[in-house]
């Protein structure tokens, strides 16, 4: 069984992927950048894990040429990793931009080009390209400008390589907003933040491991940003 590759593994959304594939039998090829404690289990359970800090040209090069070695085709490539830097964070503005866009679009874009032969490597066997977006690339942030700016950048890289990998390969994006508050995130917050969806609730981890099985399952969905949202975009 040809594995999944899922970048960012270390922890929530592709952590759970990672687990979920992994206790179905399905082989996991994994990224991190910080090798948290959350890591153990994977690497206990057979996962094979890599260090690859995506703002590093050289280590996705070297990424993707293992992955050439070690396999012969592949199921399936999630990119989860993400950064999330406001725009008031200390750095140069050209420093943010550069970060969140090689982040969120190059490091995808050298990835799917340098691995696309491994997905078509069995013509007769189903192959996805997921991106992990987000929903304010289709309306902007006023405080986050330059993550917006690359999540919708990452958007249209769906669009140009379903076009380029059909009929072979599905490409798709799913655009959360709210899938999981973090640990620290006060009350208040959490009060504040529920009130921009219509569900008014978290998505959760596994409507999230849903959407992206909904996908991988899908013989029809090619180039579409499929939004997981709870009607955010409804509220006023």
Same mark, same amino acid.
């Given at each position: 069984?040809?594995?999944?590759?899922?970048?960012?593994?270390?922890?929530?959304?592709?952590?759970?992927?990672?687990?979920?594939?992994?206790?179905?039998?399905? *082989?996991?090829?994994?990224?991190?950048?910080?090798?948290? /404690?959350?890591?153990?289990?994977?690497?206990?359970? /057979?996962?094979?894990?890599?260090?690859?800090?995506?703002?590093?040209?050289?280590?996705?090069?070297?990424?993707?040429?293992?992955?050439?070695?070690?396999?012969?085709?592949?199921?399936?490539?999630?990119? &989860?990793?993400?950064?999330?830097? *406001?725009?008031?964070?200390?750095?140069? @503005?050209?420093?943010?931009?550069?970060?969140?866009?090689?982040?969120?679009?190059?490091?995808?874009?050298?990835? &799917?080009? @340098?691995?696309?032969?491994?997905?078509?490597?069995?013509?007769?066997?189903?192959?996805?390209?997921?991106?992990? /977006?987000?929903?304010?690339?289709?309306?902007?942030?006023?405080?986050?400008?330059?993550? @917006?700016?690359?999540?919708?950048?990452?958007?249209?890289?769906?669009?140009?390589?379903?076009?380029?990998?059909? *009929?072979?390969?599905?490409? &798709?994006?799913?655009?959360? @907003?709210?899938?999981?508050? &973090?640990?620290?995130?006060?009350?208040?917050?959490?009060?504040?933040?529920?009130?921009?969806?219509?569900?008014?609730?978290?998505?959760?981890?596994?409507?999230?491991?849903?959407?992206?099985?909904?996908?991988?399952?899908?013989?029809?969905?090619?180039?579409?940003?499929?939004?997981?949202?709870?009607?955010?975009?409804?509220?006023?």
């Amino acid at each position: 069984m040809d594995p999944i590759l899922i970048t960012g593994v270390s922890r929530r959304i592709g952590l759970h992927l990672a687990h979920t594939f992994m206790g179905r039998g399905i *082989p996991v090829i994994g990224t991190f950048r910080t090798d948290r /404690g959350s890591l153990v289990g994977l690497r206990e359970s /057979g996962a094979d894990l890599y260090y690859c800090d995506l703002l590093d040209d050289a280590q996705i090069r070297i990424f993707t040429q293992t992955v050439e070695s070690r396999y012969q085709g592949l199921r399936a490539i999630i990119h &989860n990793a993400s950064d999330w830097l *406001p725009d008031d964070n200390g750095l140069a @503005a050209s420093e943010t931009m550069h970060r969140m866009v090689q982040v969120h679009a190059a490091a995808p874009y050298q990835i &799917n080009l @340098a691995l696309a032969h491994l997905l078509q490597a069995d013509p007769g066997q189903p192959a996805d390209i997921i991106h992990v /977006g987000d929903y304010v690339s289709g309306r902007g942030s006023t405080k986050h400008i330059a993550y @917006a700016a690359s999540k919708a950048a990452q958007d249209n890289l769906t669009l140009s390589f379903a076009a380029r990998l059909a *009929p072979s390969v599905k490409v &798709n994006s799913i655009a959360p @907003a709210l899938i999981m508050f &973090n640990e620290q995130d006060s009350d208040a917050y959490r009060k504040q933040a529920l009130r921009k969806s219509l569900l008014q609730r978290e998505g959760g981890l596994e409507e999230f491991q849903h959407t992206v099985d909904y996908l991988l399952e899908s013989q029809y969905v090619t180039g579409r940003v499929l939004h997981l949202d709870g009607g955010r975009h409804l509220c006023k």
